[in-house]
C-alpha cells in the first residue's frame, strides 16, 4: 500500500506536445492486454500501451483521458506514456466511436499491411467505445 501523502508523476507524450504533466495518487494505464494500475512505490517497468482509458486520481479527484496505443515506463514514481494520441475522456463520444469504428471497416485487407492498418484501426475504435460508454 503507498503511503500517505505521496504520488506518482504522469507524463502523457504525443509527437506534438506534451499533454499532461501532474502528480497523482493513482495512475491506471490501458495495456494491450489489459490495464495497469501504479500508485506511489511501484516497481520500474516499460509496456506495451493499447488504446482506451488513462485515469489519474488525484485530491481532487479522478481525471479521464483517451490514449491510443504507443509505450509506459514506470520509474522513480513517474509514469511517462507516450502515445499518437491523447484527449480527455469528455471528448470522446458514442457518435466519434462509431465513426471510427466505420472507417476502421472500410479499410481495405488485401495484403499484410492493409490487415494491420485496419487491425489498429478496430482497436482504437474499440478503446474509444469503452472510454464513450463511461461517459
Do not use: H, W
Request: proline share 4%.
Amino acid at each position: 500500500m503507498a503511503e500517505t501523502g505521496k504520488t506518482v508523476r504522469c507524463v502523457v507524450v504525443t509527437p506534438e506536445k506534451a499533454v499532461l504533466d501532474e502528480p497523482a495518487t493513482y495512475v491506471t494505464v490501458p495495456l494491450f492486454d489489459g490495464e495497469l494500475g501504479v500508485q506511489p512505490g511501484r516497481a520500474a517497468l516499460i509496456g506495451r500501451l493499447g488504446a482506451g482509458e488513462l485515469r489519474l486520481t488525484t485530491a481532487a479527484g479522478t481525471r479521464r483521458y483517451f490514449v491510443e496505443a504507443g509505450f509506459v515506463q514506470v520509474r522513480a514514481d513517474v509514469v511517462t506514456v507516450l502515445t499518437a494520441r491523447a484527449v480527455p475522456a469528455a471528448e470522446v463520444t458514442a457518435d466519434k466511436a462509431a465513426a471510427a469504428a466505420a472507417e476502421a471497416e472500410a479499410l481495405p485487407s488485401g495484403n499484410a499491411v492493409e490487415r494491420a492498418n485496419k487491425t489498429k484501426a478496430q482497436e482504437r475504435a474499440r478503446g474509444m467505445k469503452q472510454v464513450a460508454a463511461k461517459a
